[in-house]
């Protein structure tokens, strides 16, 4: 059976809905359509009922607002402030952590604007799957989170989970920091091991480094040769680190 095809312009249609269940389901069908040439032009229609959404006093409604802005990413930049109103104001760390997630992809300069609330949370919440994102999203302001390089530090060396040791090696990296730097890029190093339990995890937020990111790229190219050779490479590694070679531009080299 051949798919049915989504046209765009009843999609935007649909954002007139009195149904806002409508609406949203049109938003995120919008925002998920391989149709690049009117990106521009939808990114447009939708933003302004998902700042709308943002503001509603339904969670439900909020967190499609916030998945919808999450998937503009950049162009979404005029949202900040309303996200940073709810990261303020609401208590749900879930919520809070898909916003903070959201201003990431956002890019750096929605992080830098939230860095007063992001503050406040390193510090105060409890929550460790949401101080991840934090500390992650801080790495993304660069030198603007110089302020946090000691402490993640110490959460790098010394906290009990390594997730956030991880996250903090990955910050610091981010930041630029010389000193840090360099104890970081080594933690992180050693963490390219396929037999380390944080090996994926890794591998995935080499992305978010960027250009940053090179000096562990080629540690894990060189790594996985050997462990090729070796005779005790799993197969199974293959989907997740060829994707992340790829994306990085060294697949060619793994031949």
């Excluded at 997730?163 to 190093?189: C, D, T």
């Excluded at 540690?219 to 996985?224: A, G, M």
């Amino acid at each position: 059976l051949k798919a049915k095809k989504i046209d765009t312009n009843s999609l935007l249609s649909q954002l007139k809905s009195k149904n806002r269940w409508i609406r949203h389901e049109a938003i995120l069908l919008l925002m998920i359509m391989k149709d690049d040439e009117s990106l521009n032009y939808k990114i447009k229609a939708i933003l302004p009922y998902l700042q709308e959404a943002l503001k509603n006093e339904e969670e439900e409604v909020q967190r499609h607002a916030i998945l919808g802005l999450s998937l503009i990413g950049k162009k979404a930049i005029s949202a900040t402030p309303d996200l940073i109103e709810i990261l303020k104001k609401n208590k749900d760390e879930s919520l809070k952590e898909l916003i903070v997630k959201t201003l990431r992809k956002i890019g750096k300069e929605s992080v830098i604007q939230a860095i007063p609330i992001l503050k406040e949370i390193f510090f105060t919440c409890t929550d460790f799957s949401l101080k991840k994102e934090v500390i992650l999203s801080l790495g993304i302001a660069e030198e603007k989170a110089i302020s946090f390089v000691p402490n993640l530090v110490k959460i790098m060396e010394h906290d009990e989970l390594k997730l956030l040791r991880l996250a903090s090696a990955f910050a610091l990296v981010g930041i630029g920091e010389n000193k840090s730097n360099i104890r970081a890029q080594n933690y992180i190093l050693q963490q390219l091991n396929p037999r380390e339990p944080m090996f994926d995890y890794a591998i995935f937020h080499m992305l978010e480094l960027g250009a940053k990111g090179e000096f562990a790229i080629k540690n894990l190219v060189l790594t996985l040769k050997i462990e090729k050779n070796s005779g005790d490479y799993s197969p199974s590694l293959d989907p997740t680190t060829f994707f992340i070679l790829r994306e990085a531009g060294w697949r060619a080299k793994m031949k």
